[in-house]
C-alpha cells in the first residue's frame, strides 16, 4: 500500500507541474493586452509602458515563467492587476466560500443520486426507469446558465419566494446566516451533478445485481433493504467514487457560471472577473488550485478505490 501510495503522489506531483506549464504559456498565448483590459481603450502607450515594466510584462516570456516559478514555490502567486490585492490572499478569502457551495451541492447531488440509480437498477425496464432515465438526459444535457436563469425566473421573479443574489456576506458563517439565499445557487449545481452521479450509479448497481453473491444474499431470506444496503450499495459505489474525483473541473465550471449568475462572491466570480479583465496573476493561481484540487480528488478517489476493492492494490503493487 506504501508503495502504490508514493506511486500515486509521484504521478500527482508530474501533472501539477505539468499544469503549470501549459495553464502560464496558454494563458499569455491569449489575444490582447493584459494592460489595455486593465488600464482602459484610452490608455495612452506611455501608461501602457509603465504597466508593462512594472508587472514585468515586457520581460520574455520566459523570464516571466521562470520568475512566476519561483514565486509559486514561495507560496507567491502575485499582486492582481486589477484589485492590487496579493492572489494568495484573494483565494484564501474566497476558497472557504466555494468549498461551502460546491460541498453543499454535491452532498446534496449524491444525496439524491444514489439512490435515485439504484431504484432505477432495480426496476431496470420499467416505467419508473424510463421516467427518471428521461429526467437524467433532460438534466444532463441543459447548460448550466440555463437552470440558473429558469431557477431565477420562477422562485424569484414570477413567485418571489427566493432572492436572486446570493449572500454577500465576507465570512462563511455570514453567508449560512442568510440561508435562501443559498438555495438558487446550490439547487442549480446540484441539478447539474444529479443526472451524472444517478447514470454511473444505475449502471454499476445494474451489474452488481447481476453477481452471484446477491443472489445467494437473497436465496438465503435476506430481506431485501438489507441487500441493498449491505451488499448492493457498497459495491456499486466504485465506479461513482472514481467519477466524483475526476468530476472537480467540471463542478468548478459549473460554479464559474452559477457564481457569476447569483454574484456569488467565490473563486469562480474572481476567475470570471479576472478572464473578462485578462487579469493574468488571478487567472493562473486560480488555475492553479483548480488543477491541484482536481489531482487531489484523483488521488483521493484512488485510494478509497482501494481501500474499497483490495485486489486493486494487490495487483498494482
Known sequence: MTVYLLRRIGQAVVVVVGVVVLTFFMIHLVPGSAARATLGTRATAERIAVFNAANGLDRPLAAQFVTYVKQVTEGNFGVSFSLQQPVSTLIAQRLPRDALLLGLSTLLALTVALPMGIFQAVRR????????TVVSFVLYSMPDFFFALVLVAIFSVQLHLLPSQAPQADSVAGILADPRGLVLPVVTLTLVSVAGFSRYMRASAITTLGQDYVQVARAKGLPERLVLSRHVLRN?????????GLSAPSIVAGAVIAESVFNYPGMGLLFYQAATSKDYPIMLGSTLVVGVATVLGSLFADIAYSLLDPRIRHVDA
Open 125 to 132: 425496464g420499467r416505467f419508473a426507469d424510463h421516467v427518471f
Open 236 to 244: 456499486s459505489l466504485l465506479p461513482v467514487i472514481t467519477v466524483l
